[in-house]
């Protein structure tokens, strides 16, 4: 059985500014869980590693 994992980070406004899905099979890397993921394409998204806005 196959589960798909999904995050989504979201500002104090409720605007999506990252999101994510498991890739740690399919990158073959074990740190590409969905959170990780929302997170990193919410600091390129806002540009700022500093997730505070």
């Given at each position: 059985?196959?589960?798909l994992w999904?995050?989504?980070l979201?500002?104090?406004a409720?605007?999506?500014i990252g999101?994510?899905?498991n890739l740690s099979i399919v990158?073959?890397?074990p740190t590409?869980?969905?959170e990780i993921i929302a997170l990193r394409n919410g600091a390129k998204n806002i540009q700022n590693?500093?997730?505070t806005e």
């Open positions: 059985m196959r589960f999904g995050a989504v979201v500002d104090d409720g605007n999506i999101e994510g899905w990158q073959s890397d590409a869980h969905a590693y500093r997730l």
